[in-house]
């Protein structure tokens, strides 16, 4: 097995281009395991935690892009990342400077709240730590827990290669169990998003808190700006998957009782219809952490609760103040 | 494959590694550092949690070559260099909170990086802080106990300082994780 670390983005496309079987690996959450159960022996393992253009997050014309490397815990607010040189962290090794949040990390959590609920839920501290959204993406688990987020949120994912960089948009990019469109020789970038423009939610349905891959998850996005309602549907389909039907019927029904204007509580009936919709959306399968039926249900009852929920918060916060705050914060970073 | 790292302040090196074995497997099999365990090799455990560039992770999941040039401490880096233990190690043992002792290591390191960023952490922060340290023993009480006492001895010494506290009486649970004196050793 070849270990190859390149320390530039176009190194590592290069690296990528000559061995499109090379393995990326960035937090290793994934890739390590398979290593050390000896179910994958990969001729070649694409370090990328050297790559400085994968880490960090910036706004460029109104849009959010996030760096590959960011880490979970970047997204939570937790912690730094592990992308890059290393340096300004952990000054005496001991983790007394490693509180040493990215620059504006705990702004990515207050830009992108619904991303930054699903990051909170994924493993542990540790694996927080160095899990990253791009290997979340690579990886291409149906029980991602960003994926439902990204869903919801519309976000794009930014691919690249020795042939140039292309956009695919966050519902076109899952293409089977553990599959995605990026091409062999390509390299996850980056992903886009919008700051959103209404509330976010996230349920997820686990054992317990830590530790747990998602029996099922929910994501929900509404977006006042453009009238719409964003969903995404975790660990209850082959991939990750929009409840395209739900989104249409919620986003009519807001739209025909003036409720994005008059913000009036959700008729009980749309709340149930939606959770409906959301459920029939899913094509989950019975496997060791649930059935398929308790799948069903419980995405209905995560429907209608995320619903409630950012509801909840659109009647609090309006859309004038919360549109005001994050474009003020978007200007501090 | 040759790494080289910064470990616990002293520089290793380890040749001949295999590019796609775990840095919890070059800590203890190369550079001699068994005090990380490898229990779980996915991550689950926590008992091989070490800090990465002072960012605790588990080290069966940070890939030889990830490691090279990088700053690592694992629970051996926790005592003074006079082998005084940390306030931390030596609330572990006078709470109780060692038990057969395999998750001991991840737990030390997941405390000690609380402690460092939160002094006074509630019981849901320490809960959530280990949430990846799997202990079988315990049933945790004892661990949540040693927290605590080690989170209030650091505020009374006023910073996290690597030093060992005052010693107090010997409980019962010292006395038993004692090395056994010349006498005892011979009679076994």
Redesign the interface.
């Known amino acids: 097995m070849e270990f190859l670390q390149p320390g530039s983005l176009v190194e590592a496309l290069a690296a990528k281009a000559a061995s499109p079987d090379a393995v990326p690996i960035a937090g290793g959450t994934d890739v390590m395991v398979e290593l050390n159960f000896a179910r994958r022996r990969p001729l070649v393992l694409l370090d990328l935690t050297r790559v400085p253009e994968l880490a960090g997050w910036s706004l460029q014309d109104g849009r959010l892009r996030v760096g590959a490397g960011v880490t979970y815990a970047e997204l939570t607010g937790e912690r730094g990342g592990i992308s890059g040189n290393g340096l300004g962290r952990g000054a005496d090794g001991l983790g007394r400077a490693a509180g040493g949040l990215g620059p504006g990390a705990g702004g990515l959590r207050r830009l992108l709240p619904g991303l930054a609920m699903a990051a909170r839920t994924v493993g542990s501290p540790q694996i927080r730590n160095r899990g990253t959204i791009g290997g979340n993406l690579g990886s291409a688990s149906p029980a991602g827990d960003c994926h439902p987020s990204l869903l919801a949120a519309g976000a794009e994912v930014e691919v690249a290669s020795a042939r140039g960089t292309r956009v695919i948009p966050i519902d076109g990019f899952f293409t089977g169990v553990k599959r995605s469109a990026v091409a062999p020789d390509e390299l996850i970038i980056a992903v886009w998003i919008s700051p959103p423009s209404g509330p976010e939610q996230f349920a997820k349905i686990g054992t317990r808190n830590a530790m747990v891959i998602a029996v099922a998850a929910f994501g929900l996005a509404l977006h006042p700006g453009r009238r719409l309602v964003g969903t995404g549907i975790g660990s209850a389909a082959p991939t990750p998957v929009r409840a395209r039907e739900a989104e249409t019927f919620v986003a009519a029904a807001l739209d025909e009782a003036g409720l994005w204007d008059s913000r009036n509580a959700l008729p009980e009936s749309v709340v149930t219809e939606f959770g409906a919709l959301v459920s029939a959306a899913s094509r989950p399968i019975d496997d060791v952490r649930g059935t398929a039926a308790y799948r069903r249900h419980s995405l209905a009852v995560l429907a209608r609760r995320t619903l409630a929920w950012a509801w909840s918060d659109y009647q609090r916060t309006g859309l004038a103040g919360r549109a005001g705050a994050v474009a003020e914060e978007a200007e501090e970073e | 494959?040759r790494v080289t790292a910064?470990v616990n302040?002293v520089r290793h090196q380890a040749d001949d590694v295999?590019?796609?074995?775990?840095l919890l497997f070059v800590l203890r099999e190369r550079m001699g550092l068994p005090g990380s365990k490898n229990a779980c090799?996915?991550?689950?455990c926590?008992s091989c949690?070490i800090?990465?560039?002072?960012?605790?992770?588990?080290a069966?999941?940070?890939?030889?070559?990830?490691a090279?040039g990088?700053?690592?401490?694992t629970v051996e880096?926790?005592a003074g260099s006079d082998g005084s233990l940390h306030p931390v190690q030596q609330a572990f043992i006078e709470a109780g909170a060692v038990q057969c002792g395999f998750c001991t290591p991840g737990l030390l390191v997941?405390a000690?990086?609380l402690l460092?960023?939160d002094p006074d952490p509630a019981d849901a922060d320490v809960r959530?802080?280990l949430?990846?340290?799997l202990c079988r023993c315990t049933g945790y009480e004892k661990i949540l106990d040693a927290v605590r006492l080690a989170a209030a001895r650091l505020r009374g010494s006023g910073v996290?300082v690597?030093a060992a506290p005052s010693p107090a009486a010997p409980s019962p649970t010292e006395a038993s994780l004692a090395a056994p004196s010349p006498a005892e050793a011979g009679e076994a």
């Open positions: 494959m910064t302040g295999w590019p796609g074995e775990s090799e996915q991550g689950e926590g949690t800090y990465l560039d002072g960012i605790p992770v588990c069966c999941l940070v890939a030889a070559g990830q090279q990088r700053d690592i401490v880096g926790l997941a000690h990086d460092a960023r959530e802080a949430a990846g340290n996290a690597p």
